[in-house]
């Protein structure tokens, strides 16, 4: 189970940004920008159970990315709790890495190691041992038929293939959390088919997943549950049928739509 | 940490970049380079010695002892010309290499016992116009000689005397040096500055491709997430980055061994220099530097390795994009030359103000092992000085890669 409780982030303002707001009024500057920082997280709050799959929502730059950052522990939250299965995850960054997988559009392999290298490599660094590391290997392999290419170098494979040798790479640890940051973006329809396939597999197991998307079928065809971010703040946080219910006509972009301010969409 | 360097290293042992400019460059493209350019340098002032030189001569009935003189030399062949201008026209066309123009009071000035004035033409632009000068200077030197003589007769001098007049008191130069020490001083100063700047040339592609390369890989941000500290995928990149500019200043250490003791006989004995007393002397003293000073050498270069390293890892975790980097790079390779050039200057001596300075300090260092006259007390406070700055410079990089407007500034 994973818990994201009022989590909060802000980063410095460069010094030309700082200068410019000076000389402008306060309805002219982003609700986020506050003297010195930028807020790019304010409160942002959601939870998701195993075999649960939730998906993440927001305009560009609502705080979707970061949120999902500091929930693989790659940026350190200025407030706020992440919880997986009872422990924290804030407090203990380095541990708690070997419990979640993290994937996202713009993550890659290392293209001049073959597919197995990349996935032994993450394996080992995650810790495991080599008789583990091999039992897994196979079994991750089988599952998402990459045996065919196992051997061959990064950079020689289609993006589908980089794509499967991806998830290898990102689960080969048995993580107890998935999260994937838009991992369809940019992917044709066959290679987006194979994470969305991925992610179906994960319903009803013990790992709970957590994903950011634009694309709207996606949280229909996959998601039990949809937290919507906007401007840093958590706008909706419950299940698929809770948000469809908030709009009239059962489609979800209009739900979206009515939740984020218009000029955000525009 | 372990698995991250030795990850990094097979990965870029299977880089054509990298091997081109770790392996490659110090190994063969450098050391062949620079003996290419010796040897070919070499065989066209050779060219330019044993050549037949077409000359021609004004006013030859002026002194004609002199024009025998020329004619009697092998390699001179005389070429008929009009006039003066005519002759520069064919000095200029390449017909002829050079014009002597011998005035007409010549010879009644050597008989009043004054000198004379022989003025020679040539093409100062040509690559091999300074052996032109030498040759007729060698070529006409038992005649001065002969002139010399019957003066000092007609002045009823010996020999030594006339040449007492001329040189009353005759400094006589005695080097204390040893013939290493003499060397190293001319060119060990090279020695230093090839060294250090493979080192930075080996550490810069590594650098660019273990930070930015990383970065805008989006392979970076996926071992970020790993159990691994971020201190130690620090140690690990910059240990790789160590290596292989550790490796580039070994390989071409070695390689110069090699190359020198293989091609250096055969250039010798081709430019037929081989079995002459000063180089037989230079090959002696060469064979002074044991084991101990070469491993002297390398000991200064592991400090400048870590310093290059750390710096160049650093610039490469902060530039947003490979293009960027390479834009930080330039300054970079400024910054390790300047002190280099100051080391090559003339009167620039291994003193503890230069031993305070860094770069300068080990560039001068290894040039006084390489005489064979180092101080060992200056050697060691280099040492550790530029250790001292590596491991600051370290401290500053690992400090870089915690943060995260560094590490996410894309």
């Known amino acids: ?266 | 940490m372990l698995k991250v360097y030795i990850k990094e290293l097979l990965e870029l042992t299977r880089d054509k970049k990298t091997l081109i400019f770790t392996v490659l460059l110090p190994t063969l493209i450098m050391p062949l380079i620079m003996f290419g350019f010796i040897t070919v340098a070499g065989k066209i002032t050779k060219k330019a010695i044993d050549e037949s030189l077409n000359y021609a001569i004004i006013g030859s009935q002026n002194y004609t002892e002199f024009s025998s003189v020329l004619d009697e030399q092998e390699k001179f062949k005389l070429v008929e010309v009009v006039d003066l201008a005519g002759a520069k026209e064919k000095i200029n066309t390449g017909d002829i290499r050079f014009v002597l123009v011998i005035p007409e009071n010549t010879q009644q000035r050597l008989n009043d016992g004054l000198s004379a004035e022989i003025e020679l033409f040539y093409n100062d632009s040509a690559t091999t116009s300074a052996v032109i000068f030498r040759r007729v200077e060698r070529a006409i030197k038992s005649l001065k000689n002969e002139l010399i003589t019957a003066r000092y007769t007609k002045l009823g001098l010996t020999q030594e005397q006339g040449e007492a007049i001329n040189e009353p008191i005759n400094l006589v130069k005695t080097s204390t040096a040893d013939e290493r020490e003499s060397f190293g001083e001319k060119i060990g100063g090279f020695l230093p500055y090839i060294l250090i700047l493979i080192g930075l040339q080996g550490a810069m592609f590594p650098a660019l491709d273990l930070g930015v390369g990383e970065k805008e890989r989006g392979t970076l941000e996926t071992l970020l997430l790993t159990p691994v500290s971020r201190f130690e995928i620090v140690i690990a990149k910059f240990l790789v980055i160590f290596t292989t500019s550790f490796v580039a200043v070994f390989l071409t250490l070695i390689s110069f061994g090699l190359i020198t003791s293989v091609f250096g006989p055969m250039m010798l004995a081709d430019l037929g220099a081989s079995g002459s007393t000063k180089i037989n002397g230079l090959l002696d003293s060469l064979a002074t530097i044991s084991i101990g000073d070469v491993s002297l050498m390398f000991l200064m270069l592991i400090p400048i390795a870590a310093i290059f390293a750390s710096l160049l890892l650093s610039v490469s975790i902060y530039a947003r994009t490979f293009k960027e980097a390479q834009n930080y790079m330039s300054p970079i390779m400024i910054l390790a030359i300047f002190p280099l050039i100051l080391a090559l200057l003339p009167g620039v001596k291994l003193d503890w103000m230069w031993a305070s300075v860094p770069i300068t300090n080990v560039a001068l260092a290894i040039k006084e092992i390489f005489k064979g006259t180092i101080d060992m007390a200056m050697l060691g406070v280099i040492f550790v000085s530029t250790t001292i700055i590596a491991g600051a410079l370290l401290a500053l990089c690992n400090w870089w890669f915690q943060r995260e407007q560094v590490l996410f500034r894309n």
């Open chain 1, 1 to 266: 189970m994973l818990e994201v409780k009022n989590l909060k982030k802000r980063f410095r303002l460069d010094s030309k940004t700082i200068k410019e707001n000076k000389k402008k009024s306060r309805e002219h500057i982003d609700p986020r920008e506050e003297g010195h920082w930028f807020n790019a997280v304010r409160d942002v709050s959601f939870g998701c159970d195993s075999g649960q799959v939730l998906g993440l929502l927001g305009p560009n730059g609502a705080g979707k990315t970061t949120s999902l950052r500091m929930l693989s522990t790659a940026l350190q939250p200025t407030d706020g709790q992440i919880v997986i299965n009872g422990d924290d995850v804030i407090a203990h960054p380095l541990v708690m890495r070997q419990r979640i997988g993290f994937l996202s559009g713009t993550t890659s392999l290392y293209h001049r190691l073959t597919v197995r290298e990349n996935v032994q490599y993450f394996g080992r660094l995650h810790g495991m041992n080599e008789d583990e590391l091999e039992r897994e290997l196979t079994k991750v392999f089988d599952l998402l038929d990459i045996h065919s290419f196992a051997d061959k170098k990064a950079d020689s494979l289609s993006t589908g293939m980089k794509q499967r040798a991806n998830i290898a790479r990102t689960v080969i640890h048995q993580p107890e959390v998935i999260v994937l940051d838009e991992p369809t973006t940019g992917l044709d329809v066959i290679s987006a088919k194979t994470i969305l396939d991925f992610i179906e597999s994960y319903k009803g197991s013990d790992v709970p997943v957590i994903f950011s998307t634009h694309h709207l079928h996606e949280v229909e065809k996959l998601c039990d549950r949809v937290a919507l971010i906007d401007e840093g703040i958590t706008k909706f946080n419950g299940s698929l049928d809770e948000f469809r219910a908030l709009g009239n006509t059962g489609n979800l972009y209009d739900v979206f739509v009515n939740l984020v301010d218009e000029k955000e969409v525009a």
